[in-house]
């Protein structure tokens, strides 16, 4: 047997071999130069996370909850109507019967007592408007009554004291004292009541009345409330007096088409909303609208007015409403008479205008309107000369009153009911004693 072959042991198994010592070591550094790099490799996977990433856009990120109803915008504030409230009476003549009511006996005069059963409704109004028919020219003349009437100054005082804010000045009797008695009235009312408003004429030394830009002594008063504004115009279609035509232009508002566009234009330009006008015209009598004044109300109606308040005929005229191209016109065409000393039943019958305008969202109109006829009362030896609603009016007044001495069953509330009902047609309501109607 050879030196280097494997030895058996006693039991028959071949003895293990030895490794050299040298073998061995290299075999340990190998394993531990291993476990160094195992060691590194756990290392480095254990390193610290990296930053988030951003947030995925909004459609790649899936959504759990239900989304949002969208909201509507909120509804605009709802504008606030503002509401406008006239009254208007007709012809103050100042026969010497109605200037003697007013005499105290001491060489004073007080006509307060001509508007005191209307007090009420003209303290309800935001504009109360009545027609001075005859010429306040006071002290300066003799006081005379028809067909050239000249007048107390102290029944101004009375309209003011009334409540009274607008004075109407152009009609036929405007020229009854000359010029001089124009300016004599107006120069009153500048004088003592500076806040009362005149239209329809204009003071002859003076530059006229146009304070709506308007070429016209009819002007426009325009009356406003919370912004909004109602002008007023006044003009007449006769004239008594033998004048010189062209220079009272410039003096009293004289119906001519020009000048109704121009002065209705002037007030639009000026901010009015609505444009009333106030129309002395017609024939004296006749208890329907003429010719004449359905012309002039052609005219009112093509310049955009929208409300005619007639007077002139001294008795009482229907209510009408025109239409044209979508618009409504309201007319009156006649209020007739407030106070007079005129022997005629009839002419004892007036009216008074009452007109709600309102102005909202929609724009400006006339919401209501209601034309309250009344009876003018004329007792013997009293101050008790006014005129009451026909809604107030009693047998027991009427028995009172001189108009039945000599106008027979003309004077009674009986006949003032049917008179009323005959002039103002289907519309006169019998329960309110009144024309009354939405536009």
């Known amino acids: ?14 003895r293990k071999r030895r490794w050299p010592l040298v073998l061995l070591a290299v075999l340990a550094c190998a394993l531990v130069a291993g476990g160094v790099a195992l060691a590194l490799k756990a290392a480095s996977s254990h390193k610290e996370p990296a930053p988030a990433a951003q947030s995925a856009p909004a459609e790649e990120v899936l959504v759990t909850e239900e989304a949002a109803p969208e909201v509507a915008p909120p509804e605009p504030e709802p504008v606030q109507p503002v509401n406008i409230r006239l009254m208007m009476v007709g012809d103050i003549l100042l026969h010497m019967g109605v200037i ?130 109602v002008a007023l115009l006044n003009y007449t279609d006769v004239l008594n007096a033998n004048v010189d035509l062209e220079y009272d232009h410039n003096v009293i508002g004289i119906m001519n088409e020009d000048r109704i566009h121009t002065d209705v234009a002037a007030a639009r330009e000026q901010g009015a909303d609505l444009v009333i006008v106030f129309a002395h015209w017609g024939e004296e009598y006749e208890e329907s609208p003429v010719e004449s004044e359905r012309y002039w109300a052609g005219v009112m109606q093509d310049a955009g007015v929208d409300v005619v308040i007639g007077g002139h005929p001294h008795v009482i005229q229907p209510v009408e409403v025109l239409e044209r191209d979508g618009r ?21 019958v007036g009216g008074m205008v009452k007109l709600n305008l309102v102005k909202d969202g929609v724009g400006a109109r006339v919401d209501t309107y209601e034309f309250m006829p009344t009876v003018t009362q004329k007792e013997p030896y009293t101050t008790n000369m006014c005129a009451y609603k026909l809604s107030d009016y009693t047998d ?26 005959m002039v103002l047609g289907d519309a006169f309501d019998w329960d309110t004693r009144s024309v009354h109607g939405t536009l």
């Not at 007044?397 to 009902?421: K, N, P, R």
Request: one cysteine or more; hydrophobic letters at 35%; a negative charge.
């Open 328 to 348: 409504k016109m309201l007319v009156c065409w006649s209020v007739g008479n407030f106070v007079s000393t005129q022997n005629d039943a009839r002419n004892m």
């Open 396 to 421: 027991e007044l009427a028995a009172q009153s001189t108009v039945s001495a000599w106008a027979g069953e003309g004077g009674t509330l009986g006949w003032y009911l049917d008179y009323c009902a």
């Open 100 to 229: 003697e009511s007013g005499n105290m006996g001491d060489g004073t005069y007080n006509f307060d007592h001509l508007f005191t059963p209307i007090l009420g409704d003209i303290a309800e109004a935001d504009v109360a408007v009545v027609n001075q028919e005859t010429i306040l020219g006071g002290t300066s003349w003799p006081y005379s009554g028809y067909p050239s009437f000249n007048g107390p100054q102290e029944v101004g005082d009375a309209e003011v004291n009334a409540g009274f804010d607008v004075i109407l000045k152009a009609t036929n009797h405007t020229f009854d004292m000359g010029y001089a008695g124009v300016k004599a009235e107006l120069s009153y009312w500048a004088d003592n009541h500076p806040q009362m408003k005149v239209i329809g004429a204009a003071d002859p030394d003076g530059e006229g009345i146009a304070p709506a830009g308007g070429t016209s002594p009819a002007g426009a008063y325009i009356f406003e409330k919370e912004g909004f504004r």
């Open 1 to 14: 047997m050879g030196e280097n072959q494997s030895k058996v042991d006693n039991s028959g198994n071949a």
